[in-house]
């Protein structure tokens, strides 16, 4: 399996912190700002796994997971929301856009590549819970 997550984020110190927790994991990480840059950079980095917040500049996060699982390469990849909306339903909607699961920000750097890669061991992007 590749090492290659990409990630889609548009605050630059989550990028700072998610990258440097994952490539000190041993993953090469890909990061863009937007949803459009992330669509893609999907095609072209094969990831193994994407990292997707929800809160981003013109697309959203949903609209992006929605563009993403078009792409049939990108049909099984594990996606996971990574947001800081923790209101009821805001989860339902994330795995309705075809999202596998979803972590909590602020981000844990105790736990946080743990989270990531039990995701990692899955590839249906959806009928799962973490
Ligand atoms: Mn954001």
Request: glycine share 6%; net charge negative; aromatic share 6%.
């Amino acid at each position: 399996m590749s090492r290659t997550i990409l990630l889609i984020e548009d605050n630059e110190q989550n990028r700072y912190l998610v990258t440097f927790l994952l490539e000190r994991s041993g993953y090469q990480v890909v990061s863009v700002e937007d949803g459009r840059r992330g669509i893609e950079m999907a095609r072209t980095c094969a990831p193994s796994l994407i990292l997707l917040d929800i809160q981003l500049p013109t697309m959203d996060g949903y609209e992006v997971a929605r563009a993403l699982r078009q792409q049939t390469p990108l049909r099984t990849t594990p996606i996971v929301a990574v947001t800081s909306y923790a209101m009821p339903g805001d989860r339902e909607k994330a795995l309705e856009a075809g999202c596998t699961g979803y972590l909590e920000k602020p981000i844990d750097p105790e736990t946080f590549v743990a989270d990531v890669e039990r995701f990692h061991a899955r590839s249906a992007p959806e009928g799962s819970s973490p």
